[in-house]
């Protein structure tokens, strides 16, 4: 009998186990976990306890210094593999002014101002290849640094995951950077590469300054407290592919030219899915916008074509075109239930903007259209789309698809709690 009742108990256990985490996926704050801290630090057993790592030249690595192995050629850098660097002195492994090739690999680091710091060291000559940096100021901070390689990274409960500053095409690849402040900060660090990188929970996600031509592709952003993405001065960002849920904003575009928003999933974000703010020949294009305040929100920028998105169930207008926002073309967009009660899913407040195809005349889908004559876009613009779709442009999101992974979940907990439970009843 007592048996039983253990087994029960452990049943129950487990059930309320499931369904914490099954609310816990519909939860838009930022979860706090500074009392289970631990859960974020690497398994450190296995790895060589160190003292920080200094090197101000290439004399350093070598037998004269460190004596790492290697001999700091292309193909033979010099590894700094395999230690666990828990110190409260500045930095964890501190690099400056060197020419030689060299490799950071395996190492767990902790530290009070930086895990890892590269300062001005030649362009190329670096890789960080699969360290843990948690707990410091900056987990990873390069310096005058160029033409870098990061790559599976874990960079958690740092004020920055990690920061760039004029260092220019920094490749940044499969890293994951929770709960800091700001997951990847770049600063005057233009054309570099950031794909398939893990950055949820933090502050901010991605922000970028005066880094003009970088790509951002295919990264996952979600539930962070501020911004998933944002990218400020200089121009021609590509952003792209990128899943950005449950953040205040997504997407947020500030004086940056000639960029391109492309295939983005931008979904149950607090206010703005896709923001555009001073800006011209911004082209938005093959986008979800679902279940934001606004979908789409253009201020004060000029010559952006909106194409073939997905704009559905946003509280807000599907989009808002500012005063002072000039000769833009929206065009084959699928609105559905956007500003429900409201008289139109769309607002224009600008001038000499299209909501259609000058060329083709061809407009956008909107479900509440009549069917009849043209459609009306509220706002002092008084504009119309003169041509509306019958069909939609892009694929709309099944109320039943948006629950799915929450089906999924309830039918686990049947199969792994309740089902057994009527088995043993029986």
């Known amino acids: 009998m007592k048996q039983i009742r253990r087994r029960e108990r452990r049943t129950l256990n487990l059930y309320f186990c499931l369904i914490i985490i099954v609310t816990g ?44 192995p290697g001999s700091g050629a292309d193909i033979d850098p010099y590894i700094i593999t395999g230690y666990n ?16 090739y060299f490799k950071i690999t395996n190492c767990y680091i902790n530290a009070t ?39 599976n990274n874990t960079c958690n409960y740092n004020n920055q995951g990690l920061y760039c500053f004029a260092s220019t095409n920094t490749i940044l690849l499969n890293n994951t950077c929770e709960y800091n402040n700001v997951a990847f900060e770049l600063d005057w660090s233009g054309t570099s590469h950031i794909e398939n990188n893990t950055l949820n929970n933090n502050n901010e996600g991605i922000g970028m300054e005066f880094s003009g031509g970088t790509a951002i592709i295919n990264n996952t952003c979600n539930n962070n407290a501020n911004y998933a993405i944002s990218v400020n001065y200089e121009n021609a960002y590509t952003i792209a592919n990128n899943t950005c849920f449950n953040n205040s904003d997504c997407i947020w575009i500030y004086l940056a030219d000639s960029s391109i928003v492309e295939n983005n999933n931008c979904k149950n974000n607090t206010y703005k899915g896709i923001n555009i703010n001073q800006c011209t ?7 979800i916008c679902f279940g934001n305040n606004r979908g789409i929100y253009v201020w004060d920028s000029d010559s952006c074509i909106i194409t073939y998105n997905l704009i559905q169930e946003n509280k807000d207008y599907g989009v808002y075109v500012g ?81 799915l992974d929450l089906l999924i979940a309830f039918l686990v907990l049947y199969i792994i709690v309740i089902l057994p439970c009527k088995k043993r009843k029986k």
């Open 25 to 68: 996926l519909y939860t838009n704050s930022l979860i706090k976990l500074d009392s289970f801290c631990f859960l974020a630090k690497q398994n450190t057993f296995s790895l060589t306890p160190y003292s920080p790592i200094s090197i101000t030249s290439d004399l350093d690595f070598g037998p004269t210094g460190y004596n790492f």
């Open 85 to 100: 660097i828990t110190t409260s002195d500045p930095n964890g492994i501190y690099i400056e002014s060197t020419t030689k």
């Open 113 to 151: 101002n930086y895990g890892i710091y590269l300062s001005n060291v030649a362009s190329g000559t670096a890789s960080i290849i699969n360290n843990t940096c948690n707990f410091n100021g900056a987990g990873i901070y390069l310096y005058y640094s160029s033409f870098m390689t990061l790559i």
């Open 281 to 287: 020949n911004i082209n938005i294009t093959s986008n």
């Open 323 to 403: 005063a002072t926002s000039d000769n833009n073309e929206i065009y084959h967009n699928t609105f559905v239930k956007n500003n429900l009660g409201g008289s139109s899913q769309a607002n224009d407040n600008g001038t000499n903007n299209f909501w259609y195809n000058t060329n083709t005349l061809t407009g956008n889908f909107w479900n509440d259209f009549s069917g009849i004559g043209t459609y009306s876009i509220d706002g002092d613009a008084l504009t119309e789309d003169l041509y509306p779709l019958s069909d939609p442009s892009v694929p709309i999101i099944s109320e039943y698809l948006t629950r």
